[in-house]
């Protein structure tokens, strides 16, 4: 048995799960804010997991299979995530920062193969690890044991764990709020800064209080402008999702219930999908048994 979205997002341990991620991840913008500022929008994220998938996916029989900076184009086209500019552009962005480069081995003179460096693999390495490190928490499984015995199932993970993001409505569309977050850059992990600060949630309270937060540190922290900050909170405010109230002297940030249920709807669809995809590439995982408790 594995994980299904809708019982995750109603699980009162599932919030705490989130809190705990939330928190993961914007420890490791800090570890590496230009590498993971890929990871801190929707679109930007997307098109990340779709070249390494291309990169996996390689076959040594077809040359014609695997990264290029043509068949990228080509797929972030298709699959309706940025136009044949903004993946260019960002292919070479990737060049420039030393997070892909061109194959040593091409399999002739005529293709120019890319492929990730280690920084980068790393990196999505290290995001898979602490998603399969909450299921785990969850279940009791085993998951993150399983990949550290054999590293090498990340290279079947990812491409598979890719292809259902890059196909699932409810993870490229949660809701009308966390669009309007994750879509503009570093918007995501601003987000993510939110749900870390929350201490108490009650899924039936139409306000969730997220508590008083510095504008100043969040725009040096998670690389933002203070026009680019504002505009997003302005707008998300427009839209009955954020606004402050006074607390003891002190502006304190709330979140909308929908706000929320939409960043949960969100991780609860990536995390199903990358529960079933663990579970039909090994047969190591001890089978689901019921949501465990979070501290």
Request: charged residues 20%; aromatic residues 10%.
């Amino acid at each position: 048995m594995t994980f299904a979205a809708h019982d995750l997002v109603s699980s009162s341990a599932f919030f705490a799960a989130m809190r705990r991620l939330a928190t993961e991840l914007t420890a490791m913008f800090d570890e590496n804010p230009r590498l993971m500022s890929i990871f801190a929008s929707h679109q930007r994220w997307l098109m990340a997991q779709l070249g390494l998938s291309l990169h996996y996916r390689r076959d040594p029989s077809d040359p014609a299979k695997g990264l290029y900076a043509g068949r990228f184009v080509a797929a972030a086209v298709e699959h309706g995530i940025a136009s044949r500019n903004t993946a260019a552009a960002f292919i070479q962005e990737m060049l420039a920062y030393r997070f892909a480069r061109y194959s040593d081995n091409p399999p002739d003179n005529r293709m120019r193969p890319l492929e990730p460096t280690d920084v980068a693999v790393q990196s999505v390495v290290k995001w898979l690890y602490a998603h399969l490190a909450i299921l785990d928490h969850l279940d009791g499984g085993a998951r993150v044991a399983a990949l550290a015995v054999e590293p090498a199932l990340f290279a079947r993970l990812q491409p598979a764990i890719a292809q259902g993001i890059l196909e699932s409505p409810q993870v490229r569309n949660p809701g009308e709020t966390f669009n309007l977050f994750t879509w503009a850059n570093s918007g995501g992990v601003v987000m993510d800064c939110f749900i870390a600060m929350i201490e108490d949630f009650d899924p039936q309270a139409p306000r969730i209080l997220v508590g008083p937060i510095s504008s100043a540190e969040i725009c040096q922290r998670y690389m933002i402008s203070k026009t680019h900050l504002k505009r997003l909170m302005s707008k998300a405010a427009e839209m009955g999702s954020l606004g402050f109230e006074n607390i003891s002297g002190r502006n304190a940030l709330w979140l909308s219930q929908g706000f929320v249920e939409e960043y949960l709807i969100y991780q609860a669809e990536k995390f199903a999908i990358i529960d079933a995809v663990f579970h039909r590439e090994t047969a190591s995982v001890p089978p689901v048994r019921e949501l465990t408790a979070v501290p």
